[in-house]
């Protein structure tokens, strides 16, 4: 077991390094299971394990004996000819190795066991659950509608308890969101809630039923209190004087024991709930004479402390009842949120880790489920454990418990890489301690070793210097756990670490006549003097990223060196509060970059108009939508271009556009074309299918990238492509229609916590500044960090939150409760607060090392404050650290190592310049590539005719009761007129369809038509023929009527149901379909090449048969 290794030596490397090792010593690949916590991180092992046993099959020999050398293994004839054998069996290996994520591993086992688990079959995963757990919110609140309901009253007392709703929300937020740890805490009891309140009761050291103060004061404290205001009263001093009047009419009034509390406390105690100072001394003395001064400061003393333990009394009974009136609420809402995923067969990632873990843990098939795994795992990888929650160390161990105690001729081995420096994710339920936990636990069972690494191999010696400064004195070292001084596998690598100047605000001047003057809000707007310190700072970031573009910095990498682009650069921040402004400082500069912007996808103008064009299709009455879609990007009409759409006298707009491309006006007629069009499909294809052929057909990409500036072309793509994925992830992209979609994304909207966030900047970008938070960029790394932003102090978030004490050693938390607010606060309260204070403050230093980290060469610091950055803020504390470092011309402090190559020798690559086609910006006709043929013309035509509802119907109606006459699939003939009528939602009397039912019958039964439908006079008949080829570079699909094969001939027969066809029409209506019944024939001489193909048209309303290679008769 690997453990306490630093940041940046290469963690994946070690975890594929080993499944190496596994494999070349004979572990079959699916005996191998690798748990890591994001699906990127799990893909990337898979990929790097591929490429790892691809190099070692292609490599020669010296070539492999390095690499197995680097691997830790003694080269030889056979493992060097086992492992060019490896690639080779990974990929036709039909049991491959498994990289999955925690989560992925517990769907997996559930969907294994379901029944055994107590859980639907066929179940399904909800990641985001802000929708449900509103819905959730609204049924607690439905619920506590009526006044004597248990859950009004919890509710009241709650909100008492939190001051105010907004904090109760909280509460009840912070309650879901611990729904593991309060399974845990209940988990075996009956009685949940009096569990939790003797649990309350014991830990805070008071009774649910006797409310302090009780009887206060008794008749030793009324003594003591009138001898002290006496006394008080003879310290003549005006405070005095008033406090003794105080006591003396407290002492003398009938008061409650709450009142009495409260009217003596301003005597003994201050304002913030500290004892007066009242200390002897001369003065004292004279007053009151030696004695007397001696009894003064010691009642002032007892009674203070009287006061405070009565007071603390109070705070504990306040957080007791808070506290079950919040579990009270809090239980309640969790089965209303259970209970609405339960009848949605939905389960959430909590649900995953909880429910596989009872299944392993306490379910009465453990055993059995165990040994089932046991067998198929004999090697357990898991990566990042620092990263693992109480709940997911429970499920593990069962796993190592039946590893322990296996059989020893089978090869087995545990293999955990982790760094309490990288946990990060706190509000995960993440518990760096654990690590210790498990590395106690191999020890003492499986005998397991710990191998502490500190080497870097990716950063430069000046960004390790400045983690050993930063680090390795007070007051981070103390922080940071189990830090020890870093080296770096790349001393010569040129590195730079440089502190940029804080930004401060500045002060707004204000005259005399500023101050005095009177504004006329009609004549001058009102001036708003805005802090800019965060502007000033992007400002200052954008200018020095565009400087190092510029300057033709060189960086390098496997030991190429080359010029820097955007895509080396990445900008930290620990927030997203004040992305806006960094993103504008970039965009001023016209820097491409790519932001992480949360919940931000839905507010994008690109977004907005791909919504007003669903809108659109399914509601062209909204004018306000078709116009933002005919000005977008989309279709690129100008304002002049609007203007007889705006000033037409009567319809909606679409109407009106219609209109004008029925008078054929450009570009009016293909917008409409295209819109009716995409329409049509709407009830035919899924959304994301249509939103497909949209961005196909529309290039909606490419112009998108025309109309916006080259900095925001970057970000313009990820959210059309996130746009279009996110139909896909929203309920698995199975939507029954347009409509619903759409109503999704508007709850989506509404949501605080499920709002879709843009395309995650990657690492593959290569000509984009990525903007990112710490906890964003966690195993990410590049050449430039920017660490931005970090004179802020995060301000602390306890209250109204839930109080979890989970010893790493216990199967359950200790203490489950709610934390009140500062002023409230009990001491037993306050002691846990001390101790999870102290853990953020840690979690705070390991942020800072991550972001450090993060840096292979270069890492510029920065900040902003009012004044002068605090102390204890990232960058007081690096500024303390790196006092000894050199200057700049510019004053600012920085470090560099290595040697920087000349700027002579360092090659710039080109930058590709792409000037857009200025086409793009404008509306043109669409060449299709797939050729529908039928029911409209095939070239000449749109895509689809809309056609009139009537002779759709009509034509639908024929065509399915002449298959079912031709193919006898009616037992009973006489029945076809109504079952096709049922089908149309018509009368089987309705007129209209008795005579669909004669034209039918006179078609069939023509005896000119017979070699058609007379099976005794062909040899065989298909129906519905689809066909489907390539006709040059187009794709040429559709369906066939009716086709005969007879001896050498081929008869294609199509069916046309014109009402209205005769003698006098048909050349105008066969020179419509001439070329669909050419392509029909082309495609099926591809299938019979030997026979000849003959195309008929038979129009069943006149009984026509026309021959279509050949002149149609006049």
């Known amino acids: 077991m690997h453990g306490g290794i630093a940041g940046r030596i290469g963690k994946t490397w070690l975890l594929v390094t080993r499944i190496l090792r596994l494999l070349l010593a004979g572990a079959r690949p699916d005996s191998i299971l690798a748990v890591t916590f994001t699906r990127k991180a799990a893909a990337e092992m898979q990929q790097r394990v591929t490429e ?126 611990h729904r593991s740890d309060w399974w845990s805490y209940i988990q075996g009891q009956s009685d949940p809630l009096s569990h939790a309140t003797r649990q309350l009761e014991q830990l805070l050291v008071i009774d649910s039923r006797q409310e302090p103060p009780g009887r206060f004061p008794d008749e030793g404290q009324r003594t003591r209190l009138r001898t002290f205001a006496e006394l008080l009263a003879r310290n003549t001093s005006a405070s005095n004087t008033a406090h003794a009047r105080l006591l003396a009419g407290a002492l003398e009034a009938d008061l409650s024991p709450a009142t009495f509390l409260d009217t003596i406390t301003p005597a003994f105690l201050t304002g913030t709930g500290k004892p007066r100072s009242r200390k002897s001394g001369p003065t004292l003395s004279k007053r009151l ?284 921040l620990r927030q997203r509060t004040h992305v806006r402004a960094y993103e504008q400082a970039l965009r001023a500069l016209q820097i491409p970059y790519l932001s992480d912007s949360k919940g931000a996808l839905l507010d994008n103008l690109e977004v907005h108009d791909l919504e007003c064009l669903l809108n659109t299709l399914i509601s ?92 925001l072309k970057p970000r313009v793509h990820a959210s059309l492509t996130r746009f279009i994925e996110l139909a896909l992830e929203v309920d698995n992209g199975r939507y029954p229609s347009l409509p619903r979609f759409l109503d999704q994304l508007n709850r989506l909207r509404q949501s605080e916590n499920d709002q879709p966030d843009e395309n995650t900047p990657e690492e593959t970008d290569s000509q984009r500044v990525r903007l990112m938070t710490i906890h964003g960029a966690k195993g990410l790394e590049a050449p430039v960090i920017f660490l931005a932003d970090t004179a802020a102090t995060q301000r602390s978030r306890t209250a109204h939150n839930a109080l979890v004490d989970w010893p790493r050693d216990r199967d359950r938390p200790l203490h489950f409760l709610l934390a009140g607010n500062k002023l409230n606060q009990d001491s037993v309260t306050g002691r846990l607060l001390d101790t999870q204070a102290q853990n953020d403050r840690r979690e705070e230093a390991n942020l800072l090392y991550v972001a450090i980290t993060r840096a292979r060469q270069y890492l510029f610091i920065s900040g902003n404050q009012k004044e002068s950055a605090a102390e204890d803020s990232w960058y007081g504390l690096i500024q303390q650290a790196l006092t000894d470092w050199k200057l700049t011309d510019e004053g600012n402090p920085f470090h560099e190592t290595g040697s920087i190559d000349k700027p002579g020798t360092t090659e710039k690559p080109a930058a590709t310049v792409i000037t857009p086609d200025p086409r793009l910006s404008e509306q043109h006709p669409v060449e299709k590539k797939q050729r529908l043929i039928a029911p409209s013309r095939a070239q000449h035509a749109p895509v689809i005719s809309k056609g009139d509802d009537d002779g759709r119907e009509r034509g639908t109606a024929i065509h399915q009761m002449l298959e079912q006459l031709t193919t006898g699939a009616a037992p009973y003939p006489d029945s076809l007129p109504t079952t096709v009528a049922n089908a149309l939602q018509r009368e089987a009397s309705d007129p209209q369809c008795q005579a669909w039912w004669q034209e039918a019958l006179h078609t069939v039964r023509d005896p000119r038509l017979s070699f058609l439908f007379d099976q005794a006079l062909y040899q065989q008949a298909f129906i519905e023929v689809p066909i489907q080829y390539l006709d040059g570079d187009h794709l040429v699909y559709g369906i066939i009527d009716r086709l005969i094969i007879n001896n050498g001939m081929v008869y294609v027969i199509d069916y046309k149901t014109h009402h209205w066809a005769d003698e006098g029409s048909l050349p105008r209506l066969c020179d419509s379909y001439r070329e669909q019944m050419r392509l029909y024939a082309n495609g099926v001489a591809k299938l019979w090449p030997g026979k000849t193909i003959k195309p008929f048209l038979l129009f069943t309303a006149c009984g026509e048969l026309v021959a279509m290679d050949a002149p149609v008769p006049t």
């Not at 309640?332 to 909880?354: G, P, V």
């Not at 705006?646 to 409409?672: K, N, S």
């Open 620 to 711: 062209p009455y909204d004018n306000l939508a078709l116009a933002q879609v005919l000005r977008s990007p989309v279709f690129g009409l100008s304002s002049e271009q609007l203007i007889p759409l705006a000033t037409a006298d009567t319809g909606t707009w679409y109407e009106r556009l219609a209109g004008l491309a029925a008078a054929q006006q450009t570009p009016f007629v293909e917008i409409h074309t295209q819109l009716e069009h995409w329409r049509t499909l709407t009830g035919q294809i899924p959304v994301h299918d249509l939103l497909d052929r949209i961005f196909h057909e529309a290039e909606v990409f490419q112009r998108y990238e025309a109309a916006f500036p080259e900095a």
């Open 289 to 572: 004479g030696d004695q007397d001064a001696q009894t003064f400061i010691t009642l002032h003393e007892q009674i203070c402390t009287e006061l405070l333990d009565i007071k603390d009394q109070i705070a504990r009974f306040r957080t007791l009842t808070t506290s079950v009136a919040w579990i009270t609420a809090g239980m309640q809402l969790l089965a209303h949120y259970q209970r609405i995923k339960q009848e949605q067969r939905l389960l959430d990632f909590s649900d995953l880790e909880w429910k596989a873990c009872e299944l392993l843990n306490q379910s009465s098939h453990a055993s059995w489920i165990q040994y089932k795994l046991d067998t198929r795992i004999d090697h357990l990888l898991v990566d990042e454990f620092q990263d693992t929650n109480p709940t997911q160390w429970r499920l593990l161990l069962p796993l190592l418990q039946e590893l322990a105690a296996g059989n020893d001729d089978r090869a087995r081995s545990v293999f955990l890489v982790g760094d309490k420096k990288q946990s990060i994710y706190s509000f995960r339920r993440a518990n760096p301690a654990l690590l210790g936990e498990a590395s106690d636990w191999l020890h003492d069972n499986l005998q397991a070793n710990s191998y502490p690494l500190d080497a870097s191999r990716r950063s430069a010696q000046a960004i390790v210097d400045c983690v050993n400064q930063v680090f390795g004195t007070e007051p981070l070292r103390q922080q940071l756990d189990g830090f020890n001084e870093h080296t770096t596998h790349l001393p010569d690598m040129y590195g730079r670490v440089e502190l940029l100047p804080l930004m401060t605000s500045e002060a707004a001047v204000i005259t005399d006549e500023t101050e005095i003057a009177l504004r006329n809000p009609l004549h001058a707007q009102r001036v708003i003097h805005e802090d800019q310190r965060h502007a000033n700072e992007a400002n200052m970031i954008a200018a020095r990223i565009q400087t190092l573009i510029q300057s033709n910095t060189a960086v390098t990498k496997d030991e190429i060196t080359r010029a820097l682009n955007y895509g080396d650069i990445i900008i930290l």
């Open 52 to 177: 790892r046993l691809y190099a070692l099959m292609c490599a020669d020999k010296a070539a492999l004996d390095n690499m197995l050398e680097q691997c830790g293994i003694q080269p030889d004839t056979n493992t060097c000819t086992r492992a060019r054998q490896l690639y080779e069996e990974n990929l036709f290996n039909p049991y491959t190795l498994r990289a999955t994520t925690f989560h992925a591993f517990c769907q997996e086992l559930l969907q294994r066991f379901p029944l055994e688990a107590g859980i639907a079959p066929g179940f399904e995963l909800s990641e985001a659950t802000g929708l449900l757990e509103q819905q959730a919110r609204d049924a607690l609140v439905n619920e506590s509608s009526h006044h004597d309901h248990p859950i009004n009253q919890a509710l009241d007392r709650l909100t008492a308890g939190c001051d105010g709703l907004a904090s109760t929300q909280t509460a009840l937020r912070s309650f879901l969101s």
